[in-house]
């Protein structure tokens, strides 16, 4: 991967609806070495796919909250599996320190989320818990 496709990338995390066109005017290259860069990134699994970003208020899930999670000795795997396999657990991390793991958590209400973080506690192999309530987003992407 060279700069070109580090900026292609940088511009297609921005909008990945922006034309080829566009692309190649942006970047100062022809649109067929935009295209074939793009197909290069897909098939070599680089692009794994293009998604689309939401304004949080449009999002039907309203309550979002982070959960820093401890894992009891060599439980990881286990409640790693656990967690990716909720519904209502739209992200997971790994991360190093006091926490094990950082779960990003959805609900449409506060007696759901209190339900959900009920389960997520419950979970074997999970020691500790904490929540932060996610309650303003100032920057997407």
Do not use: C
Request: hydrophobic fraction near 45%.
């Amino acid at each position: 991967m060279d700069d070109i496709d580090r900026q292609l990338i940088a511009l297609l995390r921005d909008n990945a609806r922006l034309p080829v066109v566009a692309l190649a005017a942006k970047l100062r290259v022809a649109r067929a070495t935009v295209q074939n860069r793009i197909a290069r990134l897909e098939a070599d699994g680089t692009i794994v796919g293009y998604t689309v970003r939401l304004r949080p208020a449009a999002e039907a899930q309203r309550i979002r909250a982070m959960t820093s999670i401890a894992v009891e000795g060599a439980h990881g795997p286990e409640v790693q599996r656990t967690l990716r396999g909720h519904p209502h657990v739209v992200a997971l991390y790994s991360t190093n320190g006091r926490w094990d793991l950082l779960a990003e958590i959805r609900a449409d209400s506060l007696e759901e989320f209190d339900r959900v973080l009920g389960t997520l506690r419950t979970v074997p192999g999970i020691s500790n818990t904490e929540t932060s309530l996610l309650l303003s987003t100032y920057k997407l992407g």
